[in-house]
């Protein structure tokens, strides 16, 4: 079997092209299975036991498509729905996802902060600084919290409190 042969036919060929299509493939097999000594007809079927593998394949990756979109729906409707403002960062500080009750309780919108650093909601340049050290945010220490001011949109500042 040479790998021409089987690029040659697409899975998905049917009909009277794919029937032509098979048939000379059969044909161009036997020869080359004649030539190679291997019995005719065993390189067709190393080609359905491909086929079959894409398929199974093809199945799998659907079902692994699809449960990925329910988990993410599922994700997608507690984050939404959580009554506390939530705010995800990436290990730079900056921030990947905001939550509506974060919309709403600090006055920024998705747009005006996902991608851009956290600096912009603390008071001041070392309140930003002081808290990237933190024992909390290096690691060295377990998730309790930090209670610290963040900026909202309109300047007025909020108690709020940080995970790591």
Not at 70 to 92: C, G, K, N, W, Y
Not at 121 to 137: K, M
Request: proline share 5%; glycine share 6%; hydrophobic share 35%.
């Amino acid at each position: 079997m040479t790998g021409v042969q089987t690029c040659a036919l697409p899975i998905w060929a049917s009909g009277v092209v794919g029937r032509r299509l098979r048939r000379q493939i059969a044909r161009l097999d036997d020869k080359s299975a004649l030539a190679s000594g291997a019995p005719p007809g065993e390189s067709i079927a190393e080609i359905d036991a491909v086929r079959r593998r894409l398929r199974e394949d093809q199945t799998a990756r659907e079902r692994t498509l699809a449960e990925l979109h329910r988990s993410e729906t599922t994700f997608r409707a507690m984050f939404d729905s959580m009554s506390d403002a939530v705010m995800l960062t990436d290990e730079e500080r900056r921030i990947r996802l905001v939550n509506p009750a974060f919309s709403e309780h600090f006055g920024y919108t998705p747009e005006q902060v996902i991608g851009r650093s956290t600096e912009m909601l603390y008071p001041h340049a070392e309140a930003f600084h002081c808290v990237g050290r933190s024992p909390l945010l290096t690691g060295q220490e377990d998730a309790h919290g930090i209670e610290l001011p963040l900026r909202r949109a309109d300047g007025s500042t909020v108690m709020a409190e940080t995970r790591a």
